[in-house]
Structure formats: C-alpha cells, structure tokens
C-alpha cells in the first residue's frame, strides 16, 4: 500500500492503452490484477460524426483526482492511471482510460469502477453530438443511472 | 464583495444561451447565496433567462469547487456555471 501511483491527464490527443499499462507493470513481480476500463465513442445509429468533449480545464483534473485519490485510500490499489479526452471524437474512438493495477483482483476492478462512477457525476465534461446529416445536434442529457451508480459506494 | 470584479465562467449549453464564455462582474451586495447569484444572473437578459430557466439543475462552482445552491457565495475569484456534467 505504500507509493500509490497515480496519474491523471486530460488531452486532446489519444492514448494507447498497452502502453499506459506498461508503465504500471513494467519491472513489478508484485502485480497480480490490472482492470482496464476505455469508454468508446457511440455513432448512435450511425447518425453522429463526432463528439465533441468540452471540459473546464484545471477543475477536470482536480476533480478527476480526487476520485482517483478516494479509490487509492478506499482499497489497496497499486496504480491508478485515468485519461480523459476533449475536443472532436469520431465514433469508435477512445474517449476515457481507467487502468487500476493491485496485488488481487477485488481493488483493482472496484477502484477503477469507483474512479468512473464519480468521474461520471463530479468531472465537469459535457458532450456535444455532431451530426451526418448536418443538422444542429444536442448536448447529451445527464444520465440518472449514473447519479444512482455513484450512491453504490455510500 | 462590493466593488471586487469576480470572474464567471459559463460552459456548455448555458454558455451557448447567455453567448459568452466568461465575463468579469461586479456582484451586488444583494446576493448572499449561491441560489441568489442564479436568481440575479437570470434576470439580467433574454439569454441568461434561457439558461437559467430552471435554476434548480444548474451546476456550480467557487474557485473549481463544487457547491449546493444554500451555500454562501463568499468571494471566490472565480464562479463557474454549467449543466449536469456527461463525461466519460
């Protein structure tokens, strides 16, 4: 439980997911899970041609943070990594990467899931549709499922 | 708070409806709430009455935290409003 690493960034551009783990396992004898989570792009039917990400820099980090910070106290997680994307996102793209790594399976799966159902509700992201057909598209509505997500852990 | 200007910042679709992304304003001495800063900003336009039509859904934060509408506004330097957050 000693020297939990955590790393948190938001960037525009996109990030390879073997890597990241690497640089959580790599030259560790001690790792025995690692739970990745990657949020995905949706097209929604083949309808949208982007998402747009905008993000209030500096509070999206802090934010982001300190959820990964609560998980880190909360179980016995080794490395924590989270990346989240702004700017233009074509479907199938990556938006979001969670790695949680421990010595056991139960930390490393309930971290990284802690981590995203606070992300979900706290991280001030909003996501615009861009659509085929041209058409002004929406500000995608809040989800109440992930409010309710977020109480799992009270 | 009299006479400080105080950065508000505004983002997504409320940035949209009141057309700017941020403005330096002088607050009122009226405004105690976070609740009453809504109230006053929504009465000042067209565009801020179409953002803050329901006021209640409205997020906001003093200097990048988050804060429940029946705390005090204090004097943050920097106010930010925004919808319900959808990242991830």
């Known amino acids: 439980m000693t020297s939990q690493r955590i790393t948190v960034r938001v960037q525009l551009e996109d990030f390879d997911q073997a890597a990241e783990t690497a640089l959580l396992t790599k030259g560790r004898t001690d790792i025995g899970a690692v739970a990745t989570f990657a949020g995905l792009c949706r097209g929604e039917g083949d309808t949208l041609s982007a998402l747009e990400l905008e993000h209030y820099p500096g509070m999206a980090e802090s934010e982001i943070a300190a959820a990964a ?16 994307r702004y700017g233009k996102i074509s479907p199938g793209k990556q938006i979001v990467l969670v790695i949680a790594t421990s010595r056991h399976r139960d930390a490393a799966f309930d971290g990284a ?19 085929k057909d041209g058409a002004e598209g929406n500000w995608v509505d809040a989800r109440e499922e992930d409010e309710l997500a977020k109480q799992r852990w009270t | 708070m009299a006479g400080v200007d105080t950065t508000i910042r505004y983002f997504s679709w409320v940035r949209e409806r009141v057309g700017k992304g941020e403005e330096q304003v002088v607050l009122p001495d009226t405004i105690v709430t976070v ?39 204090g004097t943050p330097r ?10 991830g």
């Open chain 1, 69 to 84: 910070n609560d998980a880190a106290k909360r179980w016995p997680i080794d490395g924590l990594t989270v990346i989240h």
């Open chain 2, 35 to 73: 609740m009453d800063l809504l109230m006053w900003l929504k009465q000042r336009d067209d565009g801020f009455g179409a953002a803050l039509e329901f006021p209640e859904i409205i997020r906001v934060a003093l200097d990048q935290e988050h804060v429940d509408h029946t705390k005090n506004v």
């Open chain 1, 113 to 131: 899931r802690y981590v995203m159902d606070f992300l979900k509700t706290n991280a001030p992201f909003w996501k615009k549709e861009h659509r």
């Open chain 2, 78 to 87: 920097e106010i930010a409003i925004f919808p319900p957050m959808t990242g």
